[in-house]
């Protein structure tokens, strides 16, 4: 089978298309026929190979998963023993990350518990790009308590894949959301819902006196007294991701005490792939609640042409690689 392999950590000119032997589903797993994938930050931590934090997970000298890919949607071929949920033709999407990621190729074998039925209503490409951005939203804006209507929401890093879908999940709840990005995405974020939208460029939300009950920063780097500002009395700060040093120690540290004598609940949101999300992710978009942004599609041969536009920093949503 044809897949996408790197044997060393660097630039998109790492990835090269490569045959490779296709898979056999072990006990507990499917083997997936791949019909789309999508890119993600972790693809492309992992391809870089930084910060130290990412080769401590990955592989210290090279990577230990050579194929990236961690979300992906496809058609079930074969099931391995002990396999209760699904059978072959069976249509299914998730975050596989957790299984040493692969969904960069035509096929991969997959612990069933980590994948959930794709909707008929959806197409490949939709399903695709929602589980890992799709979780990290939902799990996010729950971070410390479920939104209520009314509340104010603000997302930094709103105009990706997280954060578009967190817009989207937050509006349907009744959120009075502001929007933290490039000015370029405003006209998207817009005709999502968003109610107010600041460019990072210009200014700087964790200074310009207002806050918020809920803060979710995709790409967190300030400090923990900057995120403190932006918060309402009892607000939550979730960092999703973002900065892997001074701050996660911070808030490691500095994040239970702040939460303990001034009600504000600061942290680092844990991130948990399960199928009973998933299937709410799919509930929302039947209801039309929630619609993944989708950017550009790439054929599996130009990966590497996707990661390369995902590291300008301008892409809206998500960028598919189709399959």
């Known amino acids: 089978m044809k897949a996408i392999v790197y044997k060393e950590y660097g630039s998109p000119e790492v990835l090269h298309l490569m045959e490779v032997e296709k898979p056999v589903p072990k006990d507990g797993e499917v083997l997936v026929k791949v019909h789309a994938a999508s890119v993600n930050s972790w693809d492309w931590d992992l391809l870089w190979g930084k910060p130290l934090l990412v080769r401590i997970i990955g592989g210290l000298r090279k990577p230990k998963h050579t194929v990236l890919g961690a979300d992906m949607a496809g058609r079930v071929e074969a099931a391995g023993k002990n396999v209760t949920k699904f059978k072959p033709g069976d249509e299914v999407f998730g975050d596989i990350a957790e299984s040493g990621f692969g969904g960069f190729a035509e096929y991969v074998a997959v612990p069933e518990k980590l994948l959930a039925g794709k ?133 490691m540290v500095l994040g239970p005490v702040i939460s303990r004598f001034t009600g504000r609940k600061l942290g680092i949101m844990g991130y948990r792939p399960n199928r009973e999300d998933l299937d709410q992710l799919t509930q929302l978009f039947e209801a039309g609640k929630l619609m993944p942004v989708i950017d550009r599609h790439y054929p599996l041969d130009q990966v590497a042409d996707a990661f390369r536009y995902f590291g300008t920093g301008r892409v809206m949503g998500k960028i598919v690689i189709t399959i």
Do not use: W
Not at 203 to 221: F, M, W
């Open 119 to 251: 909707s008929p209503e959806m197409t490949f490409e939709q399903a695709a790009a929602l589980p890992q951005a799709g979780l990290l939203a939902l799990q996010g804006l729950r971070y410390h308590g479920a939104v209520l209507p009314g509340q104010k929401i603000l997302i930094n890093g709103a105009g990706g894949g997280v954060g578009t879908l967190a817009l989207q999940y937050a509006k349907s709840l009744g959120a009075e959301v502001t929007c933290v990005d490039r000015s370029e995405k405003f006209e998207m974020l817009r005709s999502l819902g968003a109610d107010h939208l600041i460019d990072y460029n210009v200014e700087d939300y964790t200074r310009n006196g207002l806050q918020y009950n809920k803060v979710l920063d995709v790409i967190a780097h300030r400090s923990v007294s900057d995120y403190k500002r932006a918060l309402q009395p009892g607000g939550t700060f979730a960092m999703i991701g973002g900065s892997m040093g001074g701050l996660l120690l911070q808030l």
